[in-house]
């Protein structure tokens, strides 16, 4: 008998890395963003774009062909990451993430679809999101509705804090 090939793991191996900001800034961008969610109706908030990971769990992936994302909710921050890069995600991002594994396809939105749940309202972005993987999130998270977090992420994003400042200045120095 074969032991079943699992679909998804939490792969927490090694210290977390030092990000580019404190945890606090990290804190800080979430809990803005949660009241944006509020404010459209979203219970969830799915992210593909490298921009939108990277600024609320500091976690720059390079895709090698394979989906990446980070799921927001109104408790958890999680990145999703392939296989190949095995603990990395999770050293280097302030959230806790989940591999999925290349056994069948499209493990990348059961990995989603654990977090969000199903039957939720929601938000993607527009600008980054493709039709085949907008159908994919359809099809696996089964929303009552999406909306388009687009517009409000890159709004929260062009506000620079202290902490984005400093940094600015530090490395233009």
């Known amino acids: 008998m074969t032991t079943p090939r699992p679909d998804m793991y939490r792969f927490h191996n ?64 999680v990145t999703i990451s392939a296989g190949i890069d095995a603990g990395q995600p999770w050293r280097r991002s302030f959230a806790d993430n989940i591999t999925y594994t290349d056994w069948q396809r499209d493990n990348f939105w059961r990995a989603v679809a654990s977090v969000t749940g199903t039957g939720g309202v929601i938000g993607y972005e527009s600008d980054h999101l493709t039709l085949m993987q907008r159908d994919k999130l359809e099809d696996f998270l089964q929303p009552l509705t999406m909306v388009d977090l687009f517009e409000t992420t890159m709004r929260q994003r062009m506000h620079k804090s202290e902490a984005e400042i400093a940094l600015i200045r530090q490395c233009a120095a």
């Open 14 to 77: 090694g210290e977390k890395s030092p990000l580019p900001f404190d945890a606090a800034e990290y804190e800080d961008r979430l809990d803005e963003l949660r009241e944006r969610m509020d404010n459209v109706g979203a219970t969830a908030a799915v992210f593909t774009s490298m921009h939108n990971i990277a600024y609320y769990s500091g976690f720059l992936y390079c895709a090698f062909g394979r989906p990446y994302g980070l799921v927001v909710t109104a408790t958890e921050c």
